[in-house]
C-alpha cells in the first residue's frame, strides 16, 4: 500500500491564485440520454459475472429453502436472480418479493428490470415503497423497501402471496431488514408445519459475516459468484484531516488537474446539504476563467434526490469530460455506477445513534467501519484497476471497527416494537434476532410506547386500542399520535398537513448562488410560533395558487417535494377515514396544533437557557436551534422539536413555541416522574 502525501501538495495547489493563460470561460456540457433497447440491454446482461453461474444457480437453490447468495457489487445479483427464477418458472406463479433498504435503489432496480424484461413498469416487474405502489395482483418480480414487506406481514404473518422472498443488502442490517430476518424467517417454519406451499429465503450481500448468517439460518448454504475485480491502489493520508470536506474538494481538483479525463470520479460525503454544498463549490470552481479547468461533470447522490437527477449518474460520460459524483453511502453498494476509477473516501457516514438512558435519537457523523471503506475502495476497480484517497491515516484507518453495528443496536425501537406487536409478537426479548438489541433500548422504546398510551403492560405487553390505530400509520408512533390526538383538539386537517410535510425532505429550495433571495422570499411564511406552522402557510399558500410551478419557482419552494407532500397527505387521510376519525380545521386558531404536537413529542421539549443555549428535559443535554429553523432568531423560552442532528453542535430541528402545561398535561406521568428523578 502507498502512502502519498498528496494532501499537503494540494492545500498549497488550491491557494495559489496565479492567472494562467488567457481566460476562456468553460465549456457547459450537457448529458444526453440514449436508451438501449431491449437487445442491447440482453447483450449487456450477458456479460454480467453472473450469466455463466445461471444454471448453476438455479439448481442450487431449487434444493434448498434458504440461501445465502455472496457476489460482489455489479455482477448481477439484484436485477438478475429474480429474472432468473422467474423464466424458470419457479416461483409458481407466485410473487418473488426483493426488499432494499433503500427506497431508490427499489425504485430504480424495478425500473431497469421491467425495461431489460420489456414490460410495463408497474405489471408483471413492480415496486412499493412507503406512500408509492407501482404494482398490481399480476406483479411476479416485487421490489420493495424492507419497511414494507414488514408492514406487509402484520396483514398477513404467513407472506402467502411470496413464493420467494429475497432480502438483498443483508449486510446493511437496518432495523426492517433484521426483523424481517426473524419474521420470514418464522414463517417458512409455519408454512412448513402448515403443509403450505414453501417459502424459499434468499439472503444476498456484497458482503457479510457469511458464517453468522448461515447459522442463523439453519446452517443455509452459501453460493459464491465470481466477480471481477481489478487491483485498486490504496493511498492514505499522511496526516489526519481536521476538514474532510475541504480535504474532498482539494482531491478531486487534484485528481481532475492530474488525470486523464474519461476517469470519474466517486466521492463518498455524508448527507444531503453537505453534498450540494461541495457540488456547488466544485461546478464554481471549474467555471472559474482565470484557469483553464478541462469541463466536469458534477453529479449529487442521495436517496433523497429526485429519481429523474439521480438517473444522471447513469448516463455515459462525453469524451472530453470529467464526471466527479458527489455521493451518500448509497454509492457503497446499492446503486452501481459505471466508469468509476478513482474513489475519494471521506470514511465518515451519518448514522443514526440512540441513547436509550437519554432516550435521545439522533443523527451523527461519525467514521464508517472497515467493511463500509473496503466496499467504498472496491468502487474503483470495477471496470479496470482505479486508485481509492482515503483522507484518513492508515492509523486511523486501523482503529475503524470491523463491521458496521446493526441498526438495531443503535437506534430508537418504538416504531419496529409496535410493528412487532401488531404481529402478534408481545416477547420481544426472546424474539429470534440475529443479533439482540439492547435490553435498555427494549425497555426504553416500550415505556415510550406506555407513554404514547400505544401499549399496556399487564401480564403481558400488549397493544392498546389507540396502539393498534397507531400501527395503521407508516410514520413514527410519535408522529401517528400527534394525527390521532387531533381529534380532541379539532385540527386534524391541519395536522395532516404537517405530518405530511415533516415526511419529506425540506419543502424550501435554497440554489447555493441565490441564498439572500431565497432568503427574503420566505419571510413571508415564517410563523412566530415556529417551524410547523411555517410549514402549515407554506401549504395553505402552495393550495391558494393550486400548486403553480412558476409560484414554487418565484418563491423558491421545491414543487417536487410539495407534490410528494400532498400524496402523502392524500394517504394518511384515507387511513383517517377508515379509522374514522372527524376532519375538522382549527381555521386561524393554530395555537391548538402546537398544543397537540406536544401529545407527540414531549419527550423532545427542550428549555431556554442563556443566550441561545437550551438543555433538553429528558436528558439535560446542551442543545441549540438550527439556523434553518424560522426560530433561529427568536429564542422563546420552551419548544419542541422534532428531531436532533449533531455536527459541530448538538442542533434541533423542526421546532415550535411551547408553554410547559401543554407539555405535563400531554403526559402527566412523565413528567412527575422526571420531577421525582430530579
Ligand atoms: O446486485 P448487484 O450489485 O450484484 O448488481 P446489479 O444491481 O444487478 O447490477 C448489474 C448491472 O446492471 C450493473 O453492473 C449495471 O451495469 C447495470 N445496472 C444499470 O445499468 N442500471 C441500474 N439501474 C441497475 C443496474
Ligand atoms: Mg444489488
Keep these: 500500500m502507498l502512502i502519498v502525501a498528496f494532501l499537503f501538495r494540494e492545500t498549497r495547489m488550491m491557494s495559489t491564485k496565479g492567472v494562467l493563460g488567457s481566460p476562456k470561460p468553460a465549456k457547459r456540457v450537457k448529458l444526453t440520454s440514449v436508451e438501449p433497447t431491449r437487445d442491447e440491454l440482453l447483450e449487456e446482461r450477458k456479460k454480467l459475472p453472473i450469466f455463466p453461474a445461471k444454471g448453476k444457480l438455479l439448481q442450487n437453490v431449487q434444493q434448498v429453502s434458504t440461501a445465502i447468495i455472496i457476489g460482489e457489487t455489479g455482477c448481477g445479483k439484484t436485477t438478475q436472480i429474480p429474472q432468473f427464477l422467474y423464466k424458470a418458472g419457479m416461483h409458481r406463479n407466485h410473487t418473488i418479493a426483493i426488499t432494499q433498504p433503500r427506497r431508490v435503489a427499489a425504485i430504480s432496480i424495478a425500473e431497469r428490470v421491467s425495461k431489460e424484461m420489456g414490460t410495463e413498469l408497474g405489471q408483471t ?43 438483498d443488502e443483508a449486510h446493511e442490517r437496518t432495523v426492517h431488514t433484521d426483523v424481517l430476518f426473524g419474521v420470514v424467517k418464522g414463517a417458512q417454519k409455519r408454512r412448513r408445519a402448515k403443509g403450505l406451499p414453501q417459502l424459499k429465503i434468499l439472503v444476498m450481500s456484497a458482503t457479510m459475516d457469511v458464517d453468522q448468517f448461515s447459522q442463523y439460518f439453519d446452517c443455509a448454504p452459501v453460493f459464491y459468484l465470481e466477480g471481477r475485480q481489478y487491483p485498486i491502489q490504496v493511498k492514505y493520508s499522511v496526516q489526519s484531516q481536521s476538514d474532510y470536506l475541504f480535504s474532498a474538494l482539494v482531491a478531486v481538483m487534484q485528481i481532475h488537474q492530474e488525470a486523464p479525463l474519461g476517469q470519474d470520479i466517486l466521492v463518498f460525503l455524508t448527507g444531503q446539504e453537505e453534498i450540494e454544498s461541495a457540488v456547488h463549490t466544485l461546478r464554481d470552481i471549474v467555471k472559474d476563467v482565470t484557469k483553464q479547468y478541462a469541463p466536469m461533470i458534477v453529479c449529487p447522490m442521495y436517496a433523497a434526490l429526485p429519481t429523474g437527477q439521480q438517473m444522471r449518474i447513469f448516463q455515459p460520460t462525453p469524451g472530453g469530460v470529467r464526471k466527479v459524483i458527489v455521493a451518500t453511502n448509497i454509492a457503497e453498494t446499492s446503486v452501481t455506477i459505471p466508469n468509476i476509477k478513482f474513489v475519494v473516501d471521506t470514511g465518515m457516514v451519518k448514522a443514526k445513534i440512540f441513547n436509550p438512558n437519554s432516550g435521545l435519537d439522533m443523527l451523527k457523523v461519525c467514521w464508517v467501519s472497515k467493511s463500509q471503506a473496503w466496499q467504498r475502495t472496491g468502487r474503483a476497480g470495477r471496470e479496470a484497476p482505479g486508485t481509492c484517497y482515503r483522507l484518513y491515516t492508515e492509523e486511523e484507518f486501523e482503529q475503524f471497527s470491523t463491521n458496521t ?28 434476532f440475529m443479533d439482540k438489541p439492547r435490553p435498555e433500548a427494549i425497555l426504553a422504546a416500550l415505556d415510550q410506547l406506555v407513554l404514547l398510551g400505544a401499549v399496556e403492560k399487564q401480564e403481558k405487553v400488549q397493544l392498546t386500542l389507540l396502539g393498534r390505530q397507531l400501527a395503521a400509520f407508516p410514520l413514527d408512533p410519535r408522529l401517528s399520535r400527534v394525527l390521532l390526538g387531533a381529534k380532541e383538539f379539532d ?134 436551534i438550527h439556523p434553518s429553523s424560522s426560530l433561529f432568531m427568536r429564542k422563546p423560552g420552551c419548544v419542541i422539536y422534532n428531531e436532533l442532528v449533531q455536527t459541530s453542535k448538538c442542533y434541533m430541528r423542526n421546532l415550535s413555541v411551547v408553554d410547559p402545561q401543554w407539555l405535563y398535561e400531554a403526559a402527566p406521568t412523565y413528567f412527575k416522574r422526571k420531577k421525582t428523578a430530579n
Excluded at 587 to 601: A, E, S
Aim: with cysteine; aromatic share 8%.
Design 405 to 432: 453495528i446493526p441498526e438495531i443496536q443503535r437506534c430508537n425501537l418504538s416504531s419496529v416494537i409496535l410493528q412487532l406487536l401488531a404481529l402478534g409478537i408481545s416477547d420481544i426479548v426472546h424474539f429470534d
Design 491 to 624: 385540527c386534524l386537517e391541519e395536522m395532516l398537513t404537517v405530518v405530511s410535510l415533516l415526511s419529506v425532505e425540506s419543502v424550501f429550495h435554497t440554489p447555493y448562488n441565490k441564498r439572500d433571495t431565497a432568503h427574503a422570499a420566505r419571510q413571508k411564511f415564517i410563523s412566530s410560533e415556529g417551524d410547523h406552522l411555517t410549514l402549515l402557510n407554506v401549504y395553505r399558500a402552495y393550495k391558494g395558487v393550486k400548486g403553480d410551478k412558476q409560484w414554487c419557482q418565484e418563491n423558491f419552494i421545491n414543487a417536487r417535494n410539495m407534490q410528494t407532500a400532498s400524496q402523502i397527505r392524500k394517504q394518511l387521510r384515507e387511513i383517517c377515514v377508515h379509522l374514522q376519525l372527524p376532519f375538522k380545521s382549527c381555521g386561524q386558531n393554530t395555537g391548538v396544533i402546537r398544543k397537540c404536537l406536544c401529545h407527540g413529542f414531549f419527550t423532545n421539549a427542550a428549555e431556554l437557557q442563556h443566550e441561545g443555549v437550551y438543555k433538553t428535559v429528558a436528558s439535560k443535554k446542551t442543545v441549540v
Design 125 to 167: 416487474v413492480g415496486y412499493c415503497v412507503r406512500f408509492e405502489d407501482v404494482s398490481c395482483q399480476a406483479t411476479k418480480i416485487r421490489f420493495m423497501t424492507d419497511g414494507m414487506l414488514l408492514r406487509e406481514s402484520t396483514l398477513d404473518p404467513l407472506l402467502k402471496r411470496y413464493s420467494f422472498v429475497i432480502l
